[in-house]
């Protein structure tokens, strides 16, 4: 039997001819009311371990998507990343830095400012941008034809005023 809600680009609908007057843009309260509402009651229904395994493998699923769909696939790493900066910008969901690339080891560095997810959060005990992690391996993997482990380091919910991610390229 085939899944119901396998997704596909198209899912996300013909945004110009379905909000001719409210266009495409929405509020960031909104999206994060329903990103905290899903992390409340996966964590309700499945614990706290398999909510964040679920919405990382949301966000590498949308890394991948967002790759295939949404960014120029010609060029270099470093086109890479700078389309990356400015689509991110473009769409309001960060600004990015890539503080650090190391090509041998496979490691990156990269911190997200503004972040959507997690930018002006009260202060929590622990890193709260799993989703972004997710998103951020989706991407590199897209781009190198690497598996990537991320985890996020510093976060707004962790008193710092930027996100920053390490990202490896992983063996599992
Ligand atoms: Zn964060």
Redesign the pocket.
């Known amino acids: 039997m085939g899944r119901k809600y396998e997704f596909n680009w198209d899912l996300l609908g013909d945004i110009e001819e379905g909000r001719p007057n409210l266009g495409p843009l929405v509020s960031t309260e909104v999206y994060r009311l329903m990103q905290f509402c899903f992390r409340d009651v996966l964590e309700k229904n499945y614990g706290s371990e398999t909510a964040d395994k679920l919405f990382y493998e949301a966000g590498l699923l949308a890394g991948k998507q967002f790759y295939q769909n949404a960014m120029d696939k010609t060029g270099d790493f470093g086109n890479f990343i700078n389309s990356l900066q400015s689509i991110l910008v473009e769409k309001g969901i960060g600004i990015l830095r890539m503080e650090n690339a190391d090509f041998k080891q496979g490691k990156f560095v990269l911190s ?1 400012s503004e ?1 959507l ?3 002006g959060l009260p202060e929590l005990d622990h ?3 799993v989703y ?1 992690e997710g998103f951020i391996a989706g991407l590199l993997e897209c781009f190198t034809g690497k598996r990537f482990k991320v985890k ?1 380091v ?4 962790t008193g710092d005023r930027t ?1 920053r991610f390490v990202a490896e390229i992983s063996n599992e």
């Open positions: 997200i972040d997810d997690c930018s890193e709260i941008c972004d996020e510093d976060c707004w919910c996100c």
